[in-house]
């Protein structure tokens, strides 16, 4: 990134304003890329909201419930809707754990 400035006759007082400005440039740039992560992270996050995109399927002749978000099946549905909903919350933890450890690696 390069930055000019003549505007005054003491290269002393230029090169002042060419600092400022190179300073407000880059923080500029720092904020447009954060922002751009921080788009990225929410469009990954909310998906499109397209009606293929499943989260669970309950499919009640079988007792089946199916989590497409993380490929789990479960056999239990009777139980599920009785209120037991540990066997399908701790798969989704330790799920977004991992993908937590997988993100800070990174």
Not at 13 to 36: G, I
């Amino acid at each position: 990134m390069v930055v000019t400035c003549q505007d005054e006759k003491s290269q002393i007082k230029n090169r002042a304003k060419a600092l400022k400005v190179l300073r407000a440039r880059l923080y500029d740039r720092m904020l447009e890329e954060q922002q751009s992560e921080l788009s990225q992270a929410r469009r990954a996050m909310v998906g499109s909201g397209d009606r293929s995109e499943k989260i669970r399927t309950y499919n009640f002749p079988q007792g089946r419930i199916t989590d497409h978000r993380i490929d789990l099946t479960l056999y239990q549905l009777p139980k599920v809707l009785e209120g037991d909903l540990d066997s399908i919350v701790e798969p989704l933890m330790q799920d977004d754990q991992a993908k937590r450890l997988l993100a800070q690696e990174a």
